[in-house]
């Protein structure tokens, strides 16, 4: 008789699925016959400008060293992260993408017996991080397509351990205030976990924002975390990171695996951090490619949820699925985020502003074509 293997998994595992990804410009182009160079993939969040110059030529530099183990504590690149976030060393915690950070949090704060807080339409790994442990997760129903931070803390038990809050969260594009952040904190108790991922934060322009580095010092149960795959430019090398007490830190840095960032990512987000005229760069662009976004959807007549991030969430009906499979036939690759309990909507990130036109053209394209039937 043939072992059941997902039987012998553990349970929160056997219920999981795989978290998808946006679909690769490669596997479009095997799958319909098209073109790679003339495919645009709108459906990440990544950055369209392309690396740094100078974190390019840091990789570049790196590559001789691939037959040795990278340096497993990351000391340039906190130390470079330290500076300019005014910090200490130790109170950082490298990941491999800030993925990894949120799951290793999980795993040292919470257990089967736990609680875990996030919000509906939030990011996805946080409910995958909780079952992947065995703890209940706690989907609070949001406010105007963001977190309830006040039905948040209503909805802390003594078992909770971790509450998720991403500002500004994916895959709507919302964002709480400075003022905000703060009030919810102090509503918090001391012996919660509060964990605020700033994946998106650079794009954010204006004193009403939080920083959440700032607050760490008022609040000693505050997780950061932050990524180099947005703004920074550096999505494939996966690094983030998570900024904290230097006693969170310790408990982090006891579960996180050895060398778990490469030598090549290490140096090309140390380099990227010099570069403040790239990342100024990357602003400008998202900046004017919303602007770009939004005035389009807007003569469409196509609701939309405004949005703090690098990307778009647009509401194009039931037929969503449809559309969404139409743009791929115009080599036009978005998001759809029906997993997110968000059927009716696709997400799409901000391109260069060509890019963002090609999409625009194959969007009224597909909305005319699946209305039709044809």
Sequence with gaps: MAIDYQSLAVKGVQA????????????????LGLNPAEIIKLASNENPLGPSDKALSAAKAALSEL????????FELKQALAG???????????????????????RCFAARDSEIIFSQYAFAVYPIVTQAIGATG?????????HDLDAMVAAVTDRTRLI??????NPTGTVHTADAVEAFLEKVPENVLVVLDEAYCEYLKGGQYPDGIRLLSRFPNLIVCRTFSKAWGLAALRVGYSVSSPAIADILN???????VDTIALAAATAV??????????C?????????????????????IPSAGNFIAVEVGERAQEIYQALLAHGVIVRPVAGYGMPKHLRVSVGLPEENSRFIEALGHSLASVGQGT
């Design 16 to 31: 999981l699925s795989p978290y998808q990804p946006g679909k690769p410009i490669d596997e479009l182009a095997r799958e």
């Design 67 to 74: 037959c040795l183990y990278p340096d497993g504590n990351g």
């Design 84 to 106: 300019r976030l005014g910090v200490e060393m130790s109170q950082i915690t490298l990941g491999n993408g800030s993925n990894d950070v949120l799951e290793v949090i999980a």
């Design 138 to 146: 706690v989907s609070v129903p949001a406010k105007d397509w963001g």
């Design 164 to 169: 998720f809050v991403a500002n500004p969260n």
């Design 254 to 260: 006891r579960v996180r695996q050895p060398f778990n």
């Design 273 to 282: 951090l010099s570069d403040e005229a790239y990342l100024e760069r990357s």
């Design 284 to 304: 400008e662009v998202n900046a004017a490619g919303l602007r770009q976004l939004e005035q389009a959807l807007d003569d469409m007549g196509l609701p939309y």
